[in-house]
């Protein structure tokens, strides 16, 4: 399983680290720790790779809960839910986008998969009866949401890591993914620079899984982690594999003012509402039946439009009022959003309105795949946030995410490991030639002249991406915020970290990320100046109707010499036919 | 205002403060100020970050000489004494370098690890710890089809220890976790008292017993700081007092026999 192999003599110096698996998971959020958990029980060897101890992926900020149609909860008119109930309100929120064969496929499983994380020991919450709790959110035409506080993202990661712990799967921490290695066509592995000694490693196996989450930081407004840095699509796009639909961004309608910190929209299903400076709840002019649980495109629009229009605070904010809620409930149901509050707006939400904008919060594209995980590359798969399988399409409901990340998690791991027994082992020689690729591409990077702070360029790329790419889009503006980001690819090409080490190079591991985080860029912009029309997240000025004539379809896009080539592919209907989309 | 930062890397004879000067503004976060420091001053710094919404427990330092998450101290407050917390004493907390706390900020590592670079703590023994008392869920009945039943009632006591995000600052402010370098420390002891409490559990009890030895639940001193630097309010003083009252019972009754 591990082998030390001195690199080629000629430069003597360094000592290459070589590790056999039969899968690498790349990733240790919900989604990575589902798959470790099904590979390891079917007998094979698997081993994650994160950039992070798995406890601090992002899946641990998810706050409001995860969708299942338990109908544990009656909805308005007594009746109860279903898995076909939930698929359509997923297809409607997703703009039609969506695949419905794997909405359907996710819907089917999602009882199944609240009941799995139960069995090993999530503490959901519970109804007086001693069922599952569930809530409304936003989109959803029954309480579907299954809940843990406002900490159900926490509570799903502590037990799937638990569970990881119990059967020693290896995890390879702080190592950051540098390259995905192909070999014949197929890939074959990863190399993974240790973040603490700045060595780099080459992993071997059979199968990749990448599970490495969201690009949101290439926003400034963002809820997400600040280690949530597109990594994977950044790898998946050096190696040939197509990103799909990237332009489908969404903006979380209640991020906290000032951090952009998430309020989640738990508080809406428990009651709170959207009030603008003039005292209005708003909402009845956008989406008179469901509104403040309208879907996320709707809120943070509507949101965003009042803001524009002068009814929101100085500053460009609005309120999130709970405080009719009463202290018992929000103590009971919303500790956790209450406590952001506190510590980071000094606002108590039992006594006070919380200020709260729109932000960036989820990537709805990803890496291209198949309803099994699959990429074009035999050996390489994805899921999660990271893929694109799709089932948000150009808008993600609440509650879906958590949900995607365990269904999918476990199903990919399933396929791969029926895939597993029709591949190869693979060729080592070409691993050593990657390793060796990577150190010398480290240390052309250490060895450039210094330049302007790398720090800098990333700032002005989130801001960028935010005013340009934001919700409101338009063609002319996203013209210019190409050119700009192109120019940033090109200024970046010429600089360098200060610091020269090669262990704990914090600084070496945000050029490195910010290099991909300018290719995703890239391919957002392009997607999003293409796509003539308005669907889900994707609101063009320019073209304020959604074209279903001319764009039902998903973007694809790929590295051709350097630069992005788009195509597009049909979207798979089957149950629903797109309508217009009412709420 | 001054952030004072320890240094510390390998190949250097003894550790160093390196003080960077910078304004505070409204919101910043003791993270905020690092990564300036980072931004502006010296980019060879290293800090642990990632939700910097104290929600996932990477960035525990020693701020003011009080364990806490770097992401969610703010420096104002610091700077106009607010954040103060009386901990029991223990040799991480005596001044050993000078500092003025009206304005300045010093940021230490996490006490109790070892040292990797800067504030950049080696979190092994902590997690070594956490898996010693086999945090996984036993439960007592063959797994049923559906979602096994829980009374809302039995909540709120679990929530109050699967809360704890293993940030480690519990850790870091125990006396007895500085002294005998052995002790599972409160974290842990915590996390194991979450499955003993909790009613799916085939025999929550006697889950207590892997950790019935000197330095698992007899260890501790009550010394309480864990508990006040907690940014969760994980109280595992209150987990090791049932835990021993539950033992003690045990051992009365087997005595009687």
Known sequence: MYLDLKADDEDGVVSTSIHYHDVIIIGGGLTGLRAALQVSDSGLNGAIVSKVHPLRSHSVAAQGGMNASLGNVPGEDGTSDSWEMHAYDTVKGSDYLADQDAVERMCREATATVYELEHMGTVWSRLENGKIAQRPFGGAGFPRTCYAADRTGH?????????????????????????????????????????????????????????????????????????????????????????????????????????????????????????????????????????????RDVVARSIEQEIREGRGYDGGYIHLDLTHLGADRIKERLPGIRQIAMDFANVDPINDPVPVQPGQHYSMGGIDVEINGGTIFPGLYAAGECACISVHGANRLGGNSLLETVVYGRLVADKIIKDIKELSEPDSQHMKSAVKAVESKI???????????IFKVRENMAETMFQKFGIFRDGQIMEEGLKEIKKMQEKLSHLTPNNKDLAVNQTLIQFLELEGMLKIAEVVACGAIKREESRGSHTRIDYPDRDDDNYLKHTLAVLKEGSIDLSYKSVILGMFEPKERVY | MKLKVYRYYDGIEKPRYDTFKLEPTQGMTVLGALFQFQQKFDDSIAFHYSCRGAVCGTCAMLINKVPRLACRTQVTSLLKGELKIPLSPYPALEETVEWNPEEEILVEPLPHLPVIRD???????????????????????????????????????????????????????????????????????????????????????????????????????????????????????????????????????????
């Open chain 2, 119 to 257: 504030l950049i703590v080696d979190m092994s023994k902590f997690f070594d710890f956490y898996k010693y008392v086999e945090p996984v869920f036993k439960p007592g009945d063959p797994t049923p089809e559906k979602a096994r039943h829980m009374d809302p009632v039995a909540i709120p006591e679990l929530e109050l220890y699967t809360n704890c995000i293993l940030c480690g600052a519990c850790f870091g402010s125990c006396p007895v976790d500085g002294s005998d370098p052995d002790y599972l420390g409160p974290a842990a002891l915590a996390k194991l008292y979450r499955f003993c409490i909790d009613p799916r559990e085939a025999n929550g009890i006697e889950r207590l017993k892997i950790a019935d030895i000197p330095r698992g639940w007899w260890d501790c001193e009550f010394h309480g700081n864990c508990r006040r630097v907690c940014p969760k309010d994980v109280p595992p003083l209150i987990a090791i007092a049932k835990a021993r009252e539950q033992l003690n019972q045990e051992r009365e009754k087997i005595g009687d026999k």
């Open chain 1, 443 to 453: 240390e052309e990077i250490l060895g450039r002249r210094e330049g302007a702070s």
């Open chain 1, 155 to 295: 509570n799903a990661l502590h037990t799937l890591y638990e569970q990881v712990l119990d059967r020693n799967i290896p995890v390879y921490e702080e190592f950051f993914v540098t390259s995905l290695v192909k070999d014949s066509g197929r890939c074959i592995g990863c190399t993974a620079i240790e973040i603490m000694t700045g060595k780099i490693h080459g992993f071997i196996s059979k199968v990749v899984l990448m599970a490495t989450g969201g690009f949101g930081r290439i926003f400034n407004r963002s809820t997400n982690a600040l280690i949530n840095t597109g990594d994977g699509q950044a790898l998946a796009l050096d190696l040939g594999v197509p990103l799909k639909d990237m332009e489908f961004v969404q903006f979380h309608p209640t991020t906290l003012y000032g951090t952009n910190i998430l309020m989640s929209e738990g508080a809406r299903g428990e009651g709170g509402i959207l009030i603008n400076s003039r005292g209005e709840r708003f909402m009845k002019r956008y989406a008179p039946n469901s509104m403040d649980l309208a879907p």
